[in-house]
């Protein structure tokens, strides 16, 4: 069973950016499509970003032009560039490797998650 550990979440203020990684422990991980997924309290996990194992990817609306996802296969890594945040955005973030379908449905155990807080 692959392992993720999510890091680089934190308390950033309106507009501010902030870079997530999720590190994966198997090197399959260069085999799979990747996404990020965040969850506010109170509602269901939302898939926001994708990247296809050759750096293809895609963002949810809400997301798209101020968000990137990226990966590193060497380093068993994929990253989530924040930019232009607002209260909005305040969630925890996952990442994982989306089956199709369902959001929920995913390959891997869910990691711990990187609180990302936006505020004054």
């Known amino acids: 069973q692959v392992q993720l550990v999510e890091s680089g979440g934190g308390l950033v203020q309106p507009g501010g950016s902030l870079r997530l990684s999720c590190t994966a422990s198997e090197s399959i991980f260069r085999h799979y499509a990747m996404g990020w997924y965040r969850q506010i309290p109170g509602r269901e996990r939302d898939v926001i970003a994708r990247?296809?194992?050759?750096?293809?990817?895609n963002y949810a609306d809400s997301v798209k032009g101020r968000f990137t996802i990226s990966r590193d296969n060497d380093k068993n890594t994929v990253y989530l560039q924040m930019d232009s945040l607002t209260p909005d955005d305040t969630a925890v973030y996952y990442c994982n490797a989306p089956r199709g379908g369902s959001t929920g449905n995913v390959f891997w155990a869910w990691g711990q998650g990187a609180q990302v807080t936006v505020s004054s």
């Open positions: 990247i296809t194992p050759a750096g293809t990817t």
